[in-house]
């Protein structure tokens, strides 16, 4: 069993940066999957960033790629999201989530409530 808290959000300029952190409580952590999620207003739920649990590997959505990276620290049960050189179009709901099989757009196992992302032109 999973809870998953984001934190981070807030306004920023176009061109800034800002680093969003997601806080898991709950001893298996280790055991799941991880990733970033956003919604952009009237939008589908999109997967910008996923790490798998098998080999660790990190995959990224075309339109972050190069701008925003993943990372987790499994000894203080936290998933981090550096984004860089921010657009407009990046503003968005960003949720954290942990699946024990991957990570998918809609459907995981546990999901942070989200911190709102807001990057004015």
């Known amino acids: 069993q999973l809870q998953l808290v984001e934190s981070g959000g807030g306004l920023v300029q176009a061109g800034g940066s800002l680093r969003l952190s997601c806080a898991a409580a709950?001893?298996?952590?280790?055991?799941?999957?991880v990733g970033w999620i956003r919604q952009c207003p009237g939008m589908e739920r999109e997967i910008i960033a996923a790490?798998?649990?098998?080999?660790?590997?990190?995959w990224y959505a075309n339109s972050v790629k190069g701008r925003f990276a993943i990372s987790r620290d499994n000894t203080k049960n936290m998933v981090f999201l550096e984004m860089n050189t921010l657009k407009p179009e990046d503003t968005a709901v960003y949720y954290c989530a942990a699946d024990v099989t991957g990570i998918t757009a809609d459907r995981n196992d546990y999901w942070g409530q989200g911190t709102q992302v807001t990057v004015s032109s």
């Open positions: 709950g001893r298996t952590f280790r055991n799941y999957a």
């Open positions: 790490m798998r649990l098998k080999d660790i590997s990190i």
